[in-house]
């Protein structure tokens, strides 16, 4: 890979070799901006105002590099408050010649340092560190300080919300592409999109409405439709009430619905119906489509009289409630259901469904995080929610699935996308100009992952599969990956060399066949198998062990369609 340097000289200072704003050269029509010379005019962007430049020297693990700050587009909002497209650049001195967006998370509102962060847990190093310029960027808001809401507020403003959908990415990517021109002198060779969570459905976003600007990108347990998971939290948190004990008031107190040992009881019977359905009793489940009709909730059902090691039945129903997932009254599905799988029972499952607050004030991410987003960004015309007194619980339990659910599809003369359209990237037909082009995507989802459902990736690669048939492993894998949580931990294989295996087959034409991956000795729920590999497979192919060989290595499992 050819290298660049930026037109920036390196002087040594104390030891230590800083970037110096020297001016540019001639090379090319106009001349190479150095760092200190970056900004809108010099860019001739009329509508960029940049906060922030500055050479940044080279430390372990970080090289040197030029760092910016700015503003796209700033407006005062239907809200009357200000909005802008807030980016951050990291412009390495030694350029790779790629180009790598650093995908957001939750309801973005916040700049974070642009060192492309890499999928999965355990990591080392950094894209930055790697050679990339990377770009991150907040979705087109500031979160404000309101307790519960505050992150969701923007929600009132029509552009804020299209902003955090989908135009952030656009218009920042169009920056830094820019940006990059002018201070390398060149285009990027590559360009790379990596996320995930809703870091992930942008991931996604990017490869479909954004198809000219992107070769790869990775989507990680990606919020594909991320509004009928806010139903979905709605559902969770009606169906935990229904069981859960009340405080003097009344009030459901979410956390103890299911305590941490009932869904120990839960996590230990669904490994030890399914565990051998894929051929290896080894505490992680790879056959889940087996395990869907093999386990059955209702076997712990307290038998007369019995009141430990089984669960209630109201409980039993209600658990049975949250992983069918949400429907209204006429039984027509809301979102997707969910697996049953080994990864219930750890804190990253229990942060996002359950919460640990020993009083009514949920502190579950379902019931803040969710429970400010659905009323404020999803619904159509957002609903005004104070988080005095409880009320974003008390929206919550008061949510209809008949009457308020269609509210994510719903578009009026102020808001004429609904969030359906601007959080959703496009139909199965709407990346075809990304694989017309040579794109390639990787989408990875943990079985586990207690926010978006693994079963809604699946669908969502299933419909591509019907658009493209054969063709489809040519553009866009699925990796599913058995006990792992939100985006990392839980029983799991989680520290994999996603990046590399993209690269990879963008640039050497390499398709991922199987990607390895290992438990981490500081992951607290796989520390007993420190080390072990697992193969991650492309959907539907899952991991058989071959029978001969450790069980803690990938190289005696195949891949294989079942």
Known sequence: M??????????VVGGLGILAACGGSDDGPDPLLACADISGDALGMGNLRITTRESVAGVTGTPAHCRVRGYLDERTGTDGKPYGIGFEARLPTDWNGRFYFQGGGGTDGVIQPAVGSLPGAGNTTTALAKGYAVFSTDGGHTSEAAPVVGGALFGLDPQARIDYGYNAVGQVTRMGKTLIDRVYGRAPEHSYFVGCSNGGRQAQVAAGRFAAEFDGVIAGN???HLPQAGVQHAWDVQALASVAPRDAAGAPILSQAFTQADMQLVADAVVGACDALDGAVDGMIHNAPACRSTFDPASLTCAPGQTTSCLQPAQVTALTRIFAGPS???GQALYADWPF???????????????TSPTAAPNSLIATLGGGALPYIFMTPPTAVTAENNGVLQYLLGF???RDAPGIFATTPTYRESSMQFMSPPSADGFDAFKAKGGKMIVYHGDSDPVFSVNDSIRWYEDLQRRHGMATAQFARLFTIPGMNHCSGGPAT????????????????????RVIATARADNPDAAAWAGRTRPLCPYPQQARYRGTGSLEDAANFACVTP
């Open 222 to 224: 990606p919020g594909t």
């Open 328 to 330: 209204n009254s006429a």
């Open 2 to 11: 050819r290298r660049t340097r930026w037109a920036g000289a390196v002087a």
């Open 341 to 355: 799988d080994a990864g219930v029972a750890t804190m990253g499952w229990r942060v996002w469904k359950l919460g």
């Open 400 to 402: 209809d699935f008949d």
């Open 494 to 513: 989680d520290q994999f060399p996603m990046l590399d295996a993209l690269v990879a087959w963008v640039e050497e034409g390499k398709a991922p066949d």
